[in-house]
């Protein structure tokens, strides 16, 4: 079992920045790829980004390229966001994920945060 719990979701004006955490515990060395994903009202959810354990390969939706920058600190198990450049479409819940493998694709993460609010006001 891996636990997730994100926090740092809010609301800003476009143009602006948002960093969102997620604090990870139990089984994190057997699911140690994380990877980041949101969902906006009536729409799926959505790849954003994810990391290897050791940070050294990431991975970005191309919505979120050039903007966003997924990074993780081991010694605290926790895996963060940053998000510049902020646009209304941005608008979503954010869920932290993990998994076994290193994948962009939903299916292939186990386990999931609660989720957290994220609004980009134009």
């Known amino acids: 079992q891996v636990q997730l719990v994100e926090s740092g979701g809010g609301l800003v004006q476009a143009g602006g920045s948002l960093r969102l955490s997620c604090a990870a515990s139990?089984?994190?060395?057997?699911?140690?790829?994380m990877g980041w994903f949101r969902q906006a009202p009536g729409k799926e959810r959505e790849f954003v980004a994810t990391?290897?354990?050791?940070?050294?390969?990431?991975v970005y939706g191309n919505s979120v390229k050039g903007r966003f920058t997924i990074s993780r600190d081991n010694a605290k198990n926790t895996v963060y966001l940053q998000m510049n450049s902020l646009k209304p479409e941005d608008t979503a819940v954010y869920y932290c994920?993990?998994?076994?493998?290193?994948?962009?694709?939903?299916?292939?993460?186990?386990?999931w945060g609660q989720g957290t609010q994220v609004t980009i006001s134009s």
């Open positions: 994920s993990a998994s076994r493998i290193f994948s962009t694709t939903l299916d292939d993460y186990n386990y």
């Open positions: 139990g089984r994190t060395l057997s699911y140690s790829y």
């Open positions: 990391i290897t354990r050791s940070g050294s390969s990431t």
